[in-house]
């Protein structure tokens, strides 16, 4: 059986967690929970980039050895994932046997294939992109600053003949159309293209680098990092083993848009496809987040750690911010007030209130039992007409990554059901002694009830804690496929609701 294989890329153990790596992982578990909801068989991934010079400049500068810092790193990264619910299923460290092996396998059989062959280079250097560069590389005759320290250098090194494979890559971008999504993206990869791309420098010298994976072929160098880099996401799913390909091809490689080229679209392909190991489905390549238009990281100081409001406001209020406010692809600006503004009027007043109205009056008229609906009237009608097209809508959606969109279905959905209990007023026919009022009133608290319950279900994906917490309190405690929960029911008449909860909290005036 193949599953549905998942990937994000692996983080430079050479930084801290920021909200970058955090997003990437966030959408990720969103798309494995949502397949796990629809009935794949998921197996997500993620994991740490661990060789290369920043490692070992970083290591050395604090006296400690790269592995203790990597070790350090690890940590860090793992926790984050802990943090945010990722549901990865593995976690790949390159510093693994079983990932050294296969980077070495590769290595050896692109070099028997008479792919690989050794020249002299001289030309600059970057040491923080780990990149030979070009003259074509400066912008107003200037090196930019992303480069760092750039200094020219005279070495002999190994090359992998990627030039060879050029117009074979061309011709597969152009025929696997569903290949890079967004499609523009692929534009711009064949835009790429359209220039001679050179060979790649796939050696380091151990005399200027230690920290990587040997080549199987020359003890004297060690591995280009993304040569090693790439290789993880075979590595961790035993390539070489018969049951790799109950995992590959790879479904989807979820990576920012700053790794697409040349690594993931070019590299990485190429590399595969001089292995005879076939390609992965899909790339899905997000944005950034950014602050006033620039790319977000630790490193720029932004004065808000964005993983703060983790720690402040639960996972599930981050995961639905960021989810809900990315249009998968594009870039999106953060900042402080968006995420107060999401969270006061998405969660706190629209979801959290519905669920104390249901709650509250639940418990005042029916002694905390869900009552039996006898009424089918306009409202009613309605209220589930809406919430058939919401289903199919936002499922819709979520099948083509357009979570913003889905969660903004969902959200109209709740609103509805808030709209509902202001038209039909229980508290207004709780006063009532007509018979036909006392079964209106029975029916409102039963609709909200189950609307709310069906609409909490969409959101698992995103907020799979509330969608649990919430299910527990209106006493849908089943044990059920997804599927099963998404149906129109009547599971919770004779429910006992569970005690009043705030879901989200207010954060107090200082905060
Ligand atoms: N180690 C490489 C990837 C190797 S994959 C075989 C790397 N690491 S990274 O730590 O710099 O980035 C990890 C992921 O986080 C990348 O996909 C990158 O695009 C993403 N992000 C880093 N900063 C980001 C934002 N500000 N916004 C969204 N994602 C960005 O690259």
């Given at each position: 059986m193949k599953r549905f294989y998942i990937t994000t890329a692996i983080d430079y153990a050479n930084g801290s967690p920021h909200i970058g790596h955090a997003y990437e992982k966030v959408l990720t578990d969103v798309v494995a929970r949502f397949r796990r909801t629809m009935g794949d068989e998921v197996h997500f991934l993620t994991g740490l980039d661990e060789h290369g010079q920043k490692v070992q400049q970083s290591a050395q500068d604090r006296g400690i050895e790269p592995i203790e810092l990597c070790d350090e790193a690890a940590e860090a990264f793992k926790d984050l994932c802990k943090k945010l619910e990722i549901s990865n299923d593995d976690y790949i460290r390159t510093t693994e046997e079983r990932h050294k092996t296969v980077v070495r396998s590769l290595l050896q059989k692109i070099f028997d294939k008479g792919d690989v062959y050794q020249a002299e280079y001289k030309g600059f250097y970057s040491a923080r992109a780990e990149q030979f560069l070009q003259e074509k590389d400066k912008v107003d005759g200037e090196w930019p600053e992303i480069f760092g320290e750039v200094v020219e250098i005279t070495e002999t090194n190994y090359f992998f003949k990627l030039s060879q494979y050029q117009d074979w890559l061309i011709d597969y971008i152009k025929s696997n159309q569903e290949f890079i999504f967004p499609r523009y993206r692929a534009k711009q990869v064949l835009e790429f293209l359209k220039e001679p791309i050179n060979d790649l420098c796939i050696s380091r010298p151990k005399k200027r680098l230690e920290w990587g994976i040997p080549l199987p072929f020359d003890e004297d160098y060690v591995t280009y990092v993304w040569f090693d880099a790439l290789v993880n996401y075979i590595s961790a799913v035993g390539h070489?083993?018969?049951?790799?390909k109950s995992y590959w091809p790879v479904d989807y490689h979820v990576i920012g848009?700053?790794?697409?080229?040349?690594?993931?679209?070019v590299y990485w392909p190429i590399m595969l496809h001089a292995c005879e190991v076939e390609l992965p489905k899909h790339l899905l390549v997000h944005g950034w987040w950014t602050v006033d238009g620039k790319k977000m990281s630790?490193?720029?100081?932004?004065?808000?750690?964005?993983?703060d409001l983790v720690e402040q406001f639960g996972p599930d209020a981050f995961r639905y911010f960021v989810t809900r406010e990315m249009n998968v692809g594009q870039d999106s600006d953060f900042s402080i007030d968006l995420f107060m503004s999401r969270y006061n009027?998405?969660?706190?007043?629209d979801l959290g209130n519905l669920l104390n109205r249901v709650l509250n009056m639940t418990g005042r008229y029916c002694d905390g039992v869900i009552p039996t609906p006898s009424v089918n009237e306009d409202l009613e009608n309605d209220l589930w007409k809406l919430w058939d097209e919401t289903f199919s809508k936002a499922v819709e959606l979520y099948e083509e990554f357009q979570f913003h969109t889905g969660l903004e279905k969902t959200f109209a959905f709740i609103s509805a059901i808030n709209r509902y209990a202001e038209q039909r007023a229980p508290w207004k026919l709780a006063k009532s002694d007509e018979e036909s009022d006392k079964q209106r009133l029975n029916t409102s608290l039963f609709v909200m009830a189950e609307a709310l319950r069906l609409a909490v279900g969409l959101l698992q994906p995103v907020m799979p804690g509330i969608t649990q917490k919430v299910w527990n309190l209106l006493g849908d405690?089943?044990?059920?496929s997804w599927k099963d929960h998404m149906q129109r029911s009547?599971?919770?008449?004779g429910k006992k609701i569970g005690e009043k909860t705030i879901l989200f909290p207010k954060p107090q005036a200082d905060e």
């Open positions: 070489g083993s018969d049951d790799f848009k700053d790794i697409l080229l040349p690594p993931h679209s630790k490193s720029t100081g932004e004065v808000v750690d964005p993983l009027s998405d969660l706190a007043n405690t089943e044990d059920r009547e599971i919770l008449v």
